[in-house]
């Protein structure tokens, strides 16, 4: 019998060839420089590789590992702080030997570590202190190297060439790493100690120092990333005002957004853990703010993930939306390039700063290659006016409003069938281009792959989403006849949509339609992205809600991507049969805008009882789709980001969906409709949510009967606070 070969075609593909030692990673990030350690706070060169200390998508530190003498020292505890600027590890010795007898024991010294990044700069303490008896010779050793590895190297891509490794420079308190890439750019890393190592060679600092009983020393280390061309980086002398620094900055990012408390400490755990990942992952562009999609494979801008992060976060921080928003309109494709996927109006897809990207190798340094993110790009346009009447940024940014519009309606139809489809023109880029981006993601019931054009049911939701926002802003800006218009073509869309994809039998909307139209009649989690965008019919949303949340597509976590029933179901996949963050909590506020609020907090439900057993309390991009086992933590999957931002966003949508929270600045209007809350969460705090020029202080209570009262417990500044009920 002839024996099958898989092979994976998406060149793209992240290999995952040897498993971690320890799944639990510790991440950093600050700009451009993001660092995934071990919980030691090591980089070693064993297990996964994505260890590293990274800037534009090169790794600058491909090792660092501290010994304790001979050994690695014995790890207490390690964690990230709650606002994720600093990492924190205790450690303490093993038992030191000498002629067969034990003459430190373990536990004797102990040493704490502390990291922070800032201004392309890993700054780490050391401090050693002897908690014996008698003193102590101490003598410790930090390996380091680094291999400029791109990341798309460490993700499995194969370089018949590279460029070549510089001569190191060694002095007396630093050592500079160097790499001259085939782009002719210098990339360098230097390390500074302080104070100075005993002995410094190439690869390794050692140090010696003797401590008295109850004495203790402190060690600093700089590991700064330098690019040719960038401004020279002045590593600060105190890692005190370093912390400061960082601080301050996040202080004041806070101070725009709304707090959030609740009477239930688990979830408050869920809720600040994602707060400090959303603004772990803020990085800031001329433009403005912007979500980093995901450490360590996707630190960098990607259209869609920054704009579904910044619709899930709109209610409570609107300058997200703003900052996604300015970039986009920035980088908005202005010619057709195949090699990019790009056609005139149409929004990024991605963009990467890599030596890889730079030469061409892959086609990231500027992509294209997304059928959703034009029309998502005009749907946060409504969106952030509805949020903020701020009607002068929206009159800047109009015309690429048209552009997009006009993208749509030329390109995104290329065939003119009133559908918006893709077909990859780049050789190199991605043969899918809705969310689900794997190449085996659309298919038929049978498992057969579906050929292109094809024509994404979310992405008909979205581009009606996003004709009827454009309606509303046309009328805003003065525009009758064009309001008209659009708002025309959007519920022609929504006609022609519910006869072509609506699938009677299986109760749902089909994933896709293929190149010769046929429909993809798979019961998937897209479907729910329909509701969330508005174009159902209120029965078949019913109906397909139903199917969403049903044993074959609830795991009793999340939804999956793709139902159990179906022949590529595959609970290990990564869009065929998982479950992902972001994408329950679109299809929970799909629920709630058709009133179906029970389903809704029961998505809000799976995904915090999840959080419970995470680590650190982070959601991953995704997590495994088995059925949930009483007493058994969620599967993890292998390669998933985390933080990943529209994860780390979808607690606050879900939280928004269940409140039925929505802002209308321009009226100065709070509304509640038919508000809920879970039996878990029986109070809800926002404090300091701004609207235009008022702020107000609320308190939302659950009360027996299951009905939820809204308070104004302050109220600064015109604005009418209503509760449908």
Excluded at 649 to 661: D, K, P, S, T, W
Aim: glycine share 8%; aromatic share 10%.
């Amino acid at each position: 019998m002839a024996r099958e070969v898989i092979r994976v075609r998406n060149e793209f593909y992240i290999r995952s060839s040897s498993p971690r030692v320890d799944v639990r990673t510790r991440v950093l990030k600050q700009g451009d420089t993001f660092a995934v350690f071990d919980r030691f706070g090591d980089i070693e060169t064993f297990g996964a590789g994505e260890l590293g200390l990274f800037y534009q998508d090169t790794r600058f530190l491909s090792r660092l590992t501290l010994r304790l003498g001979r050994d690695r020292p014995l790890l207490l505890s390690s964690t990230i702080r709650e606002d994720n600027a600093v990492m924190a590890v205790d450690a303490t010795n093993p038992d030191a030997w000498r002629d067969g007898e034990i003459v430190i024991p373990r536990g004797t010294v102990h040493l704490f570590r502390s990291k922070i990044l800032w201004e392309k700069t890993c700054h780490e303490r050391l401090r050693i202190h002897n908690y014996g008896r008698a003193a102590v010779d101490v003598s410790f050793s930090i390996e380091f190297d680094a291999d400029f590895a791109d990341i798309f190297e460490l993700r499995g891509m194969s370089r018949q060439q590279r460029g070549r490794r510089l001569e190191t420079q060694v002095m007396c308190d630093r050592v500079v790493l160097a790499y001259e890439g085939l782009d002719k750019r210098l990339r360098q890393t230097r390390i500074v100690f302080d104070p100075p190592p005993t002995r410094l060679t190439e690869s390794v600092a050692t140090f010696r120092i003797p401590l008295e009983a109850g004495e203790a020393a402190s060690y600093r280390c700089a590991i700064a990333c330098e690019v040719a061309g960038d401004s020279r980086i002045e590593i600060n002398p105190s890692y005190e005002k370093v912390v400061q620094e960082a601080a301050s900055a996040l202080e004041r990012e806070r101070a725009q957004e709304a707090q959030i408390f609740t009477a239930n400490e688990q979830f408050n755990d869920w809720l600040n853990r994602s707060l400090a990942d959303l603004h772990m992952m803020r990085t800031v562009t001329p433009y403005g703010p912007y979500p980093y999609a995901g450490v360590p494979w996707f630190s960098t801008v990607f259209g869609r993930d920054g704009i579904i992060t910044a619709l899930q976060f709109l209610s409570f921080d609107p300058s997200v939306a703003r900052g996604v928003l300015g970039y986009l309109a920035a980088t908005q494709a202005d010619s057709e390039s195949p090699e990019q996927d790009a056609q005139p109006g149409k929004v990024l897809h991605e963009t990467r700063a890599d030596e890889m990207a730079i030469l061409g190798e892959i086609p990231f340094k500027r992509y294209y290659g997304s059928i959703d993110a034009t029309p998502l790009f005009v749907m946060l346009a409504g969106a952030y006016y509805k949020r903020t009447g701020d009607r002068a940024f929206i009159e800047s940014i109009w015309s690429n409003v048209e552009r997009a519009l006009g993208w749509i309606d030329r390109y995104g139809d290329s065939d003119g069938d009133g559908f918006v489809e893709y077909t990859r023109k780049s050789k190199h880029g991605l043969i899918h281009q809705g969310w689900k981006d794997s190449h085996d993601a659309i298919f038929h019931r049978d498992g057969t792959a579906a050929a292109a054009p094809i024509a994404l049911c979310e992405v008909q939701g979205y581009v009606y989403a996003a004709k009827t926002a454009a309606s509303e802003l046309a009328k805003t800006l003065g525009d009758a006849a064009r309001s008209r218009e659009l708002s025309n073509q959007a519920e022609a869309l929504r006609r022609k949509f519910e006869k072509a994809f609506w699938c009677d039998d299986l109760s749902t909307y089909a994933l896709a339609l293929d190149g010769s139209k046929q429909p993809c009649r798979v019961r998937t989690s897209n479907a729910g992205h329909c509701l969330f965008a508005g174009i159902a019919s209120d029965e078949h949303a019913r109906r397909a809600a139903t199917t969403l949340i049903d044993e074959t597509s609830f795991s009793g976590w999340g939804i999956r991507t793709v139902a159990s029933s179906e022949a590529r179901y595959n609970p290990m996949s990564y869009h065929n049969g998982s479950v992902w963050p972001h994408d329950n909590a679109l299809i929970a506020a799909g629920f709630a805008r058709y009133g179906l609020k029970g389903s809704a907090t029961m998505v809000l439900a799976g995904l915090l009882d999840a959080s419970l057993f995470l680590d650190l309390h982070r959601l991953p991009e995704l997590f495994c789709g088995f059925p949930r086992r009483p007493g058994e933590s969620p599967t993890l999957y292998p390669v998933a980001c985390a933080p990943q931002s529209w994860a780390s966003a979808a607690v606050f949508l879900l939280l928004e969906a269940c409140l039925g929270l929505s802002v209308f600045a321009p009226e100065q209007k709070l509304v509640f409709s038919k508000p809920v809350l879970p039996a878990f969460l029986r109070q809800v705090s926002l404090r300091d949510l701004k609207v235009g020029d008022a702020r107000v202080d609320l308190l939302l209570t659950r009360h027996d009967q299951g009905d939820v009262g809204v308070n104004v417990l302050r109220r600064d500044g015109a604005l009418e606070v209503v509760v449908l009920k």
